[in-house]
């Protein structure tokens, strides 16, 4: 009768247990990082609709809901949120203004990228008409503002309303903005481009509402703002109305995005790893 060798099946237990923890490993890599090749060429669709921001504004009925329902998903979601007011109540306090319901409540601004664009997303109360606060004519959407380079100007402007009335979407080079209504409201400045340079038309759009919500939403392309991809950049996006009864502005980061051809490559070596650890495995 053969004599089992207790400690030599000890170790090959060992060893056997070793190997499925690397398989397991190696193969656990592979889907997430195939999973992130995926995330990384998903890209916002420039709609109005914030839904792919991880945010359901017909669930918005009250002031308070988008500073609890934070933004979710996409590749390093940046924003800032102060939603103050809402529909059902008459006049505001929102800083430095009033709001008459929830016209003049800039609620919240979302920042993204991939290794393309910058998505920009930004809820607040008015229409892209305007709205009145005892005054003829009434006051309007104020411009993006963006500044790239950590300085006190903001370089670039996105303008959201021509002169029609009707939506632009066009980037500038600012050389000078207009500053808000009252002037009691300053810390609101800027509101709108005054002078510039236009860069290019970029994909953008300004909702026709939600429960009082609108959202101006666009997609820049990184080179225009004379950005990449391929290093962390800091820069802030601006946004107020006209009178500057409130405003917003967020200080956000453009991150690296790996280039999904370099992530496949990457990919095809942790797949032939983990074959590898396989096949090792099923010798053993």
């Not at 104020?142 to 950590?150: E, K, N, P, T």
């Not at 962390?232 to 107020?240: A, G």
Request: with cysteine.
């Amino acid at each position: 009768m053969k004599r089992v060798n207790v400690k030599n099946l000890k170790e090959r237990k060992s060893k056997e247990m070793r190997m499925k923890k690397i398989a397991q490993i190696l193969v656990s890599a592979v889907f997430v990082l195939f999973f992130g090749i995926f995330e990384v060429s998903m890209a916002y669709l420039i709609d109005g609709n914030v839904s792919d921001w991880g945010i359901n504004l017909s669930a918005a009925s009250s002031k308070g809901y988008l500073d609890s329902h934070l933004p979710s998903g996409g590749l390093d979601i940046d924003y800032r949120k102060e939603d103050n007011a809402d529909n059902g109540g008459g006049w505001q306090y929102v800083g430095p203004g009033w709001t008459y319901q929830n016209y003049f409540d800039a609620e919240a601004i979302y920042f993204d990228n991939d290794q393309t664009n910058a998505y920009i997303a930004i809820i607040q109360g008015l229409p892209i008409t305007g709205g009145t606060a005892s005054r003829n004519p009434w006051f309007y959407p104020g411009d993006i503002a963006i500044d790239v380079d950590g300085g006190s100007v903001f370089e670039y402007g996105l303008k959201v309303r021509g002169e029609d009335g009707l939506q632009q979407g066009y980037l500038y080079s600012v050389s000078s903005w207009k500053n808000v209504y009252y002037s009691q409201h300053n810390i609101a400045n800027p509101w709108a481009i005054s002078a510039g340079t236009k860069k290019g038309t970029v994909s953008f759009v300004y909702s026709t509402g939600e429960k009082s919500h609108y959202v101006m939403e666009a997609a820049i392309p990184l080179d225009l703002l004379g950005l990449d991809a391929n290093t962390t950049h800091s820069l802030r996006i601006h946004w107020t109305q006209e009178c500057g009864n409130d405003y917003l502005t967020l200080e956000a980061d453009v991150n690296p995005v790996p280039e999904p051809a370099t992530l496949l490559l990457l990919g095809s070596g942790l797949i032939v790893l983990a074959g590898i650890g396989r096949r090792t495995l099923i010798k053993f």
